[in-house]
């Protein structure tokens, strides 16, 4: 006896609570109910990120991502600063951003042209139009107006001017099909819809059809057909667009090797554009003739009025690419070569190039990054434009987050930021000349298609165990292991109730922050995975597979990622569908359990990777199975791996 309590009664006291922890538990405490440990609020991945500088020189970064979401973060942590999430049916198509507001236009046969308080993310006004035959051509842009609150927006096959609070347009004009309208360059007084001219038994080849508008009326000023063989989305082709220089399309056509400028609203070419005075080197006439030109990001918040594009070609086997801005001498205008990359691979067209600019301060700052097609990133910082103060890359494991698939540069608080985005949902902030990014997200979970737990193996807490755990005689028998797995864990029982029932840190408090977004203090370099668990089991992993090739294990404790795999067949992502574990946790097995996963190669074929569920490598070689047929289905069978 002890103070009246029999020692016996002790005992089985404690074996009952062990025995009681050592189960999966099939119920919850009533003061656990509806309790969040951990979350991960997600944006999705972006298809188009905008960091936007308002008049007050503040800074966010907007994002309309593959999820229907518009989103702004917080430039300095990566923190959703508000999201709007918009229907499955209305597809958002159209971003601008102005004088701290935000607009959308988003829908296919109904369309919605939305504009956003861009510090809250709280609606402004918005126009709806109901489903109608002009509405329905599923092409749409918008754009705000010079000097007004009013917009634009191409609806289908309409042009409206929208007003704030009212619910008919100022005015609308049917474009009657002649294009598929993507593209408006908004002026002083006129406002110009762009689009891809549908062919005809007179005009078979493709050209870019332009209509010029009178802002005030909605009447048509002009219509014509500019830029032969050329589409909006052709790589020989680029819309410029200035208040101060006019707006134009510079195009060259396959087969010849000079640049034509078009200044939009004049029926002719103004200029022709030769390569040797841009890139201000010789080439010959095959290398002007691998030639590309694609738009680039410039900050929006600048009011840089210098139209600006960027060049790819190649000469003596060597890729190379120029930014080209345009600049005027008296009444004259130019072109000039502002800064030159050179590499062995080739520029991202679109996103591939970023320019901003700092005016604040002595000494004006400019800088400018390109991306490479293998997912390489690399800047350059200038006080002139000759000399670079600073270049720098960026370094990190591409198996685990893929290649970077766009960039941009950005200043917040006066300082300059290197925004990147990668195939695997990757996006980071990084500071010229550091090493680590200051802060990165992580979206690849917002694409997650299948999901399942994995019991973690028991610590090891004694010298004995550890010994047994490699006898022979232990591992080959599974009663053995299972007494000797419930031997330690009444030890550990034992150890867990003397100590206050704290020595295990079995229950964590909520963690309401933001765990898809992450600080300074953490690295992307690779961590120690997480390989086991608590002697009870609610420590546990939880693998996921994505539609964008990530498989992650995220702890269930806190909600921290113990590993990451990106898998690509022949630099295409796979696109994950379901996760199985299909060896499980083993006590005193030297075996580690094992994750399957099943997904889909860009030409339908079935892939099939078998993970070690531990640490997400691959168990050998052998592993990543790319199958001569695609599934039409995937069963997990009740089977179980010895």
């Known amino acids: 006896m002890l103070g009246g309590i029999s020692l016996s009664k002790v005992a089985l006291s404690v074996a009952l609570a062990v025995s009681s922890l050592g189960q999966v538990a099939h119920g919850l405490f009533p003061d656990e109910a509806g309790r969040i440990d951990w979350h991960r609020a997600q944006i999705g991945m972006p298809t188009k990120i905008v960091p936007y500088r308002n008049k007050d020189s503040s800074t966010g970064i907007f994002a309309i991502t593959s999820r229907n979401t518009l989103a702004s973060l ?25 004088d701290g ?3 959308t236009l988003s829908g296919t046969n109904k369309t919605h042209v939305r504009v956003w308080d861009a510090d809250s993310g709280s609606l402004a006004w918005e126009f709806f139009q109901p489903a109608d035959a ?16 009013d917009v634009v927006a191409v609806a289908g096959d309409s042009f409206v001017r929208l007003t704030p609070n ?12 002649t294009g598929t309208y993507k593209r408006i360059v908004v002026e002083n007084k006129v406002a110009f819809v762009i689009g891809n001219a549908r062919p005809t038994k007179k005009n078979p080849k493709a050209k870019l059809q332009v209509i010029e508008v009178d802002l005030k009326t909605g009447t048509v000023v002009r219509k014509y057909q500019v830029a032969s063989d050329q589409t909006l989305d052709n790589s020989r082709l680029v819309v410029l667009e200035s208040r101060e220089y006019g707006s134009y399309v510079v195009w060259r056509e396959e087969k010849n090797i000079v640049w034509q400028i078009h200044r939009l609203g004049m029926t002719d070419p103004e200029w022709e554009m030769y390569h040797a005075k841009i890139v201000q080197t010789e080439l010959m006439p095959p290398d002007m003739l691998t030639s590309t030109l694609h738009e680039i990001d410039t900050d929006p918040g600048l009011n840089v009025d210098r139209p600006r594009f960027a060049m790819n070609y190649i000469k003596d086997g060597k890729t190379k690419t120029v930014v080209v801005e345009m600049y005027r001498t008296g009444d004259k205008l130019e072109m000039r070569k502002i800064v030159g990359f050179r590499s062995d691979d080739a520029v991202i067209a679109g996103s591939g190039v970023s320019v901003s600019e700092k005016s604040s301060g002595s000494q004006p700052e400019r800088a400018v990054l390109a991306v490479r097609t293998a997912g390489d990133v690399s800047w350059r910082r200038y006080t002139d434009n000759k000399t670079p103060t600073h270049t720098g890359e960026f370094v990190y494991d591409k198996g685990t987050y893929g290649p970077v698939t766009s960039a941009s540069l950005y200043y917040t608080n006066g300082e300059l930021r290197v925004l990147v985005q990668t195939s695997g949902g990757l996006i980071a902030a990084l500071a010229p000349g550091g090493t680590e990014p200051l802060w990165f997200r992580d979206e690849s979970l917002a694409h997650a298609t299948d999901m399942v737990f994995l019991e973690l193996p028991a610590p090891v807490s004694s010298a004995e165990y550890a010994a047994k755990a490699t006898d022979p005689s232990v591992l080959s028998s599974p009663v053995t292991r ?4 419930w031997v330690e864990t009444f030890k550990s029982a034992a150890s867990w109730v003397a100590s206050g029932f704290g020595a295990f840190d079995l ?8 765990l898809a977004s992450r600080s300074v203090a953490e690295s992307l370099a690779p961590k120690a995975p997480i390989t086991v668990g608590d002697h009870f089991g609610f420590h546990k992993l939880s693998i996921f597979g994505t539609s964008t090739g990530v498989v992650a294990a995220l702890s269930t404790k806190e909600g921290s990622r113990s ?20 060896r499980r946790s083993q006590p005193l097995s030297d075996s580690p359990p094992l994750v399957t996963v099943v997904g889909r190669n860009a030409d339908g074929n079935t892939i099939v990777v078998v993970l070690n569920a531990l640490t997400g490598e691959l168990i050998d070689e052998s592993a990543f199975n790319v199958m001569p047929f695609s599934h039409a289905k995937v069963f997990e069978l009740p089977a179980v791996d010895p």
Not at 134 to 149: C, D, H, Q
Not at 507 to 514: E, H, K, L, P, R
């Open 74 to 98: 917080n430039p300095d942590s990566g923190e959703i600063t508000w999201r709007q999430i918009f229907d499955a049916d209305e597809p958002i198509k159209a971003l601008k951003l102005r």
């Open 101 to 103: 507001q935000a607009l």
């Open 134 to 149: 002009n509405y329905r051509n599923g092409s749409g842009t918008a754009e705000f107006l010079v000097g007004s609150k």
């Open 166 to 177: 009212q619910s008919t347009p100022v005015w609308e004009l049917a474009l009657n099909a």
């Open 482 to 485: 299972y007494i000797l797995r």
């Open 507 to 514: 229950f964590s408090g909520a963690n309401s922050s933001d």
């Open 563 to 582: 590993w990451t795999r990106f898998l690509t067949d022949n630099g295409t992502p796979v696109a994950v569908e379901s996760v199985f574990v299909t």
